[in-house]
């Protein structure tokens, strides 16, 4: 599916959360979104070692 077909039905039927809802919680689900990228980047701190941490590091300095 390309972006330019990605319509409310679709944000709907993949996510399952009325993006009104999002609107209002938009903080609360930004801050987890951040979390799990910076989990994923700590997974990579064997195979990259101080880079994966600073990058992790920068993701959770942004969350509000």
């Keep these: 599916m390309?972006?330019?077909s990605f319509n409310k039905?679709?944000?709907d039927r993949i996510f399952g959360?009325?993006?009104k809802d999002?609107?209002?919680?938009y903080p609360m689900l930004r801050?987890?979104?951040l979390e799990e990228v910076a989990q994923e980047f700590d997974?990579?701190?064997?195979?990259?070692?101080?880079t994966a941490d600073s990058?992790?590091?920068y993701v959770r300095d942004?969350?509000?």
């Design 22 to 25: 999002i609107k209002e919680d």
């Design 55 to 57: 990058f992790a590091t």
């Design 9 to 11: 039905e679709d944000f």
């Design 17 to 19: 959360v009325p993006i």
């Design 2 to 4: 390309s972006d330019a």
């Design 31 to 33: 801050n987890a979104v």
């Design 43 to 50: 997974s990579m701190r064997i195979a990259f070692g101080d």
């Design 62 to 64: 942004m969350k509000t």
